[in-house]
């Protein structure tokens, strides 16, 4: 192929916007180029591609003892995955969705996150987790679970969740890097969401930890992560009709914690709202929340709310809408801080 | 009851479904229906008289420790101590069958063979002190941490002689198992993964009678733990645990063949824990003294130094050198432990992440202000504060 022809081809490539599945494939692809350690396991992943088809050609390019489909056990691939790290390789386990990793849980949360304690130091685990999570998608019973609390409450964990096609590029690469184990959370109702974004062009390393302001604004902060965070620009845009400028921050990484970029935005509006669609109640609000509060509360002109799912089980999907935090929503609890500030 | 072929149609006859057979005979799977024994059999002709003698000098240092650590729990010094008084033969064996390259996965019981395989016995010990989870570096004596929760260290064993096996290393991981944790999903998946991967790793079950209080035959309704093996495509092989030759004859011949590509074993150990489950434990609420008294008779030190000696190959003089050696490393076990470990603080935070979050930091800062403090007031400690949190 000539340079001209190549050149050419990119510059389709790049016209035609990539889904967020494709930027995670492409992610695992260069890994696993860039690094023959990188080893991908997990059920359906290999002839399939993964039920969501994240894992799409990686068998075929890197054979089946780099993509593995494994027998049907979470704890079993988890395990393996540990033992497998100890030996040098770096595994990316996929748990399919949500709820199919709570078997895994004992792997995760007594060997997975406590190795490199457990040894002194001597024996990191750089094993990546990719968990589909969240709602949204119509699925039913035990496929719409945004389990992020569970992981944020256990200490040696890395938990990231990407919300645009670029950061799930960026974040992925650099969670197969780490040195220390990441859950990285997929949320699967934005795996189509789509971005001027090439799969051929060089794309960033997003390092882990770091929330970005998705949108400037003066009025009030939105502070949300992963599905949330096209609500939250949704009622940005929508809020400036009532005359509020948004703040949007997108944390992107819930461990560790981007204490420095939250608490700035929120002592520049004085106002925060966090949103999730994870249960409220011990969910992930309450920690942002009480850490807003511990560094900016003579900044706060309200307090700090959260707008998150329900606290019941995960609704079956013809119900889901009236869990999932909408826009109005959100708008409601801006419509609420500025009341609070008002008396 | 009768097929009703209404007029004029075809009736229903059901075709036979595709021919099926079994993937695998089983027949050369099952374990023998007997636990396999060398001593005090015909076998014993067969055995080397070195390893035999080496095994039995093992075995009387392995006595030695075991009653040492524990006599060191009823001195404070050790936090727990979970005893493997009686399984001498099993925790020997599953050290000595390993080349140096190869990977030993102990449970909390198995200290002695962390140390039979050459672990300093103090670093060994770190865990049931309290100072340290792990006091030694897996990676340089190929011991993996000693596992407290059950059998969740037999898919590490899996994984880590599946990546061996990947990278043309011919490594074997021998994990080692109780009954109890045989009822554990993590024993269900890790021997399936072994299997289905055909990774060179040997499953070793110590069938010492309890799960603490729960007999074997509360714990499963198999003839066996290892015809557990036969479900998963892999052999499986019954051996007195108690007779230290037999031992490792079964699982040299178990780490052979998977070295060689062909695949893993299940060995299931029959044998007895002399002493109650921790020294926290009460036996005598769930077992009667007749029962033990039996196995004293079939005690894994006593049936091997009866061999040797019927056979003329160990005399008094024997005896005598390993129990010397045996109570010289007591003796240098009791003096090291009854030294206060040194420990930092501020070593809480040093190993969570390979960098510490911003988080951790603050939380560290905190900790090294409140220790500062301490340092300005030491009279307000009691003397015998040795800072291991007990």
């Known amino acids: 192929m000539t340079t001209a022809a190549a050149t050419a081809r990119e510059r389709t490539a790049k016209a035609k916007p990539a889904t967020m599945a494709q930027a995670l494939g492409r992610a695992l692809r260069d890994s696993m180029v860039e690094d023959p350690s990188v080893h991908v396991l997990g059920e359906d992943v290999g002839t399939l591609g993964g039920v969501f088809r994240i894992t799409d050609g990686l068998a075929k390019e890197f054979g089946d003892e780099r993509c593995t489909d494994t027998p049907l056990a979470e704890a079993g691939i988890l395990g393996a995955a540990v033992g497998m790290a100890m030996y040098g390789l770096r595994p990316v386990v996929e748990m399919q969705f949500d709820a199919f990793a709570y078997p895994a849980f004992e792997q995760l949360i007594s060997h997975v996150a406590k190795m490199r304690n457990r040894t002194g130091g001597a024996m990191p685990l750089p094993i990546t987790v990719r968990v589909p999570y969240g709602g949204g998608i119509g699925g039913v019973e035990h496929h719409s679970d945004s389990s992020e609390a569970y992981y944020m409450a256990t200490p040696g964990l890395h938990v990231v969740t990407p919300a645009t096609v670029e950061d799930a590029y960026g974040l992925l690469r650099a969670s197969i890097a780490s040195d220390d184990p990441v859950v990285f959370l997929e949320p699967k109702r934005l795996y189509w969401s789509k971005a001027d974004w090439s799969p051929q062009a060089p794309a960033a390393v997003e390092p882990i930890g770091r929330a970005v302001v998705r949108r400037p604004g003066r009025s009030a902060t939105l502070i949300t992560y992963g599905p949330s965070l096209p609500v939250c620009m949704e009622a940005a845009q929508a809020a400036v009709e009532e005359g509020w400028d948004l703040e949007v921050v997108d944390l992107r990484s819930l461990v560790p914690f981007d204490d420095e970029t939250v608490a700035a935005s929120v002592r520049r509006t004085g106002r925060a709202v966090v949103v999730h669609e994870s249960t409220g109640f011990g969910g992930p609000g309450g920690e942002i929340a009480a850490r807003i509060t511990e560094r900016c509360f003579h900044h706060l002109e309200a307090p700090v709310l959260r707008v998150a799912g329900f606290d019941i089980p995960y609704p079956p999907p013809m119900q889901e809408r009236h869990h999932l935090p909408g826009v109005d929503r959100v708008l409601d609890a801006v419509a609420r801080l500025q009341w609070e500030a008002d008396n | ?390």
């Open chain 2, 1 to 390: 009851m009768t097929v009703q072929e209404l007029p004029g149609a075809a009736a229903y006859r059901p075709t036979p479904p595709p021919a099926w057979k079994p993937l695998t005979d089983p027949a050369p799977l099952l374990p023998d229906p007997e636990p396999y024994r060398v001593l005090g059999t015909d076998a014993v002709a067969d055995a080397d008289p070195e390893l035999l003698l080496r095994l039995y000098s093992e075995l009387v240092r392995g006595r030695r420790y075991n009653t040492q650590a524990t006599a060191l729990t009823k001195q404070g010094r050790l936090a727990v101590y979970p005893s493997s008084t009686g399984q001498e033969a099993c925790e020997v064996a599953a050290a000595l069958v390993l080349e140096e390259r190869d990977w030993l996965f102990p449970s909390y019981r198995d200290t002695l063979a962390a140390v039979a395989r050459g672990l300093d016995p103090v670093e060994a010990l770190t865990l049931l002190r309290g100072d340290r989870h792990t006091g030694y570096d897996p990676r340089e004596h190929r011991i993996a941490p000693l596992c407290t929760p059950l059998a969740t260290q037999l898919p590490h064993a899996v994984g880590l002689a599946h990546a061996a096996r990947l990278k043309g290393d011919d490594v074997v991981a021998l994990a080692m198992v109780g009954d109890g944790g045989t009822s554990e999903g993590d024993f269900h998946e890790a021997l399936n993964f072994a299997a289905v991967w055909r990774a060179p790793v040997v499953f070793l079950v110590q069938n010492n009678g309890f799960a603490i209080s729960v007999p074997l035959a509360k714990q499963t309704a198999a003839p066996s733990l290892a015809h557990k093996a036969v479900g998963y495509g892999m052999p499986g092989r019954l051996v007195d645990g108690n007779d230290a030759a037999a031992m490792h004859q079964v699982l040299s011949e178990a780490v052979a063949r998977a070295r060689s590509g062909g695949g893993p074993t299940l060995v299931e150990a029959v044998t007895y824990r002399m002493d109650a489950h921790t020294n926290a434990d009460d036996a005598t609420r769930y077992r009667g003294d007749s029962e033990v008294e039996a196995w004293r008779a079939h005690d894994p030190v006593r049936i091997l130094e009866r061999e040797l000696t019927g056979r003329g190959l160990l005399g008094d003089d024997g005896i005598e050198e390993a129990r010397v050696a045996a109570e010289q490393m007591a003796a240098q076990l009791r003096e090291r432990m009854n030294a206060d470990p040194v420990l930092d603080p501020m070593d809480l935070f040093a190993h969570v992440y390979a960098e510490q979050t911003t988080q951790l930091r603050e939380q560290a800062a905190r900790l090294r202000v409140e220790l500062d403090a301490e340092q300005d007031q030491p009279e307000q400690h009691s003397a015998d504060d040795r800072g291991t949190g007990r």
